[in-house]
């Protein structure tokens, strides 16, 4: 691994810690009856925040599985390798995005499919 490629690494580690810690700032509560409230109102705004809430949370459990699965290919030497084709994936890319898994071209003709 050079140094480039233990920069990434740190990056994404620290990826992985943001998006523990925004996880867990995250608090879902799940009313087992909605609706019983003494407002409609209040019902309406306590479903539509635990709607978003939960959005969010799926949101960052995806961006935290796409973080570990990198910091994985760093364990098997396969990091920066585009899962597809196997060419390298360019460091402008990898730097933009640490977590991509595939090269521009993969990645565009993913996109048209």
């Known amino acids: 691994m ?7 690494r740190k990056r994404l580690e620290e990826e992985r810690e943001r998006l523990i810690a925004d996880m867990e700032r995250l608090v879902v ?3 087992d ?3 019983y409230s003494t407002h409609i109102a209040d019902d ?3 479903v539509l925040e635990n709607t978003k ?6 949101n960052l459990q ?6 570990n699965d990198a910091l994985a290919k760093f364990d098997k030497g396969t990091y920066g390798l585009c899962e597809d084709c196997g ?6 890319r990898l730097k933009a995005l640490p977590s991509a898994t595939l090269c521009i071209q993969c990645q565009k003709q993913r996109e048209r499919s």
């Open 29 to 31: 509560t799940e009313q």
């Open 53 to 58: 809430s939960h959005a969010l949370r799926q």
């Open 87 to 92: 060419s390298r994936i360019d460091r402008a």
């Open 44 to 46: 309406a705004t306590e």
């Open 2 to 8: 050079d140094r480039a490629d233990g920069s990434f």
């Open 62 to 67: 995806r961006l935290l599985g796409q973080v």
């Open 33 to 35: 009856n909605p609706g």
